[in-house]
């Protein structure tokens, strides 16, 4: 395998896997993945243009799925804060 393969897919990877680790909301997963699949998408094409689509595809995902991670996250916790407090 090419070593430049290694650093988007083991950055894949890493960010897959720790996706799983910490518990999210739904609004979290939802930006998350529109995130990664639009970092991908734009890294692509900007990497073509230099002659590294794939390489730029991976750190766009990364990228952008991180970005869309946090936007979701604070989405979460804003709606958890509005949240009536329940007394039984």
């Given at each position: 395998?090419?070593?430049?393969?290694?650093?988007?897919?083991?950055?894949?990877?890493?960010?897959?896997?720790?996706?799983?680790?910490?518990?999210?909301?739904?609004?979290?997963?939802?930006c998350?993945?529109?995130?990664?699949?639009?970092?991908?998408?734009a890294?692509?094409?900007?990497?073509?243009?230099?002659?590294?689509?794939?390489?730029?595809?991976?750190?766009?995902?990364?990228?952008?799925?991180?970005?869309?991670?946090?936007?979701?996250?604070?989405?979460?916790?804003?709606?958890?804060?509005?949240?009536?407090?329940?007394?039984?």
């Amino acid at each position: 395998m090419k070593s430049t393969f290694i650093i988007p897919i083991s950055a894949i990877v890493a960010v897959t896997l720790s996706s799983c680790a910490v518990p999210a909301g739904p609004n979290t997963q939802r930006c998350a993945a529109t995130g990664g699949l639009v970092g991908a998408l734009a890294g692509g094409i900007i990497g073509h243009q230099s002659g590294r689509a794939l390489e730029g595809a991976g750190i766009g995902a990364l990228a952008g799925g991180t970005a869309g991670a946090l936007y979701g996250n604070a989405q979460d916790q804003g709606q958890y804060e509005r949240r009536p407090a329940r007394y039984y």
